[in-house]
T-cell receptor, first 114, second 114 residues
Framework: AQSVTQLGSHVSVSEGALVLLRCNYS??????LFWYVQYPNQGLQLLLK??????LVKGINGFEAEFKKSETSFHLTKPSAHMSDAAEYFC????????????FGTGTKLQVIP | DTGVSQNPRHKITKRGQNVTFRCDPI?????LYWYRQTLGQGPEFLTY????????KSRLLSDRFSAERPKGSFSTLEIQRTEQGDSAMYLC????????????FGSGTQLSVL
């Protein structure tokens, strides 16, 4: 069984400030972890993913996330928020090996204040 | 590569009617997934195909829901005898068998049941 918990359904940051979106996961086997972004009226698109190897992964648009096994976390960060970052962000988990069904969290809506 | 295509974008129907949605995945992708997303929630897994084989459908919400992928290319999701609670965004995604951890999503079909 696998699940994802995203802390905070809404996060507001000022333009230029640090973005931190929190994600904790539960998985009975080594996980694959993802962050997806959804802009209004658009489909989800992959920001970044962790499968194996380096625990700090870099994605598109300056985002990065760190896999911390001891904390079962995969928080998403960006040093400086831009207005165009306003969107909904979903953390997701799937199981490594075999058939991988992706389970999504409930999402965090990011607001960027000018 | 035109991405994952879903039709229609919007569907309004009366309670009790049947509806069918279509998904055209990226052509070289073997795997196809259906998800449902309601307001304020993350995508909820419904079913999954590898080529024409439906490998998991236990998550389909009730026996009113069915999905097909007859030739291993496009897929259809049918909801019979629609209910107001079926109102949601229905998302389709596809992926390669290898490196399947990256899902490519369509823009979804928004269903409104009156």
């Amino acid at each position: 069984a696998q699940s994802v918990t995203q802390l905070g359904s809404h996060v507001s940051v000022s333009e230029g400030a640090l973005v931190l979106l929190r994600c904790n996961y539960s998985s009975s086997v080594p996980p694959y972890l993802f962050w997806y972004v959804q802009y209004p009226n658009q489909g989800l698109q992959l920001l970044l993913k962790y499968t194996t190897g380096a625990t700090l992964v870099k994605g598109i648009n300056g985002f990065e996330a760190e896999f911390k096994k001891s904390e079962t976390s995969f928080h998403l960060t960006k040093p400086s928020a831009h207005m165009s970052d306003a969107a909904e962000y979903f953390c997701a988990v799937s199981s490594s090996g075999g058939y991988q069904k992706v389970t999504f969290g409930t999402g965090t809506k990011l607001q960027v204040i000018p | 590569d035109t991405g994952v295509s879903q039709n229609p974008r919007h569907k309004i129907t009366k309670r009790g009617q049947n509806v069918t949605f279509r998904c055209d995945p990226i052509s070289e992708h073997n795997r196809l997934y259906w998800y449902r997303q309601t307001l304020g929630q993350g995508p909820e897994f419904l079913t999954y195909f590898q080529n024409e084989a439906q490998l998991e459908k236990s998550r389909l919400l009730s026996d009113r829901f069915s999905a097909e992928r007859p030739k291993g290319s496009f897929s259809t999701l049918e909801i019979q005898r629609t209910e107001q609670g079926d109102s949601a965004m229905y998302l389709c995604a596809s992926s390669m068998t290898e490196g399947n951890e990256k899902l490519f999503f369509g823009s979804g079909t928004q269903l409104s049941v009156l």
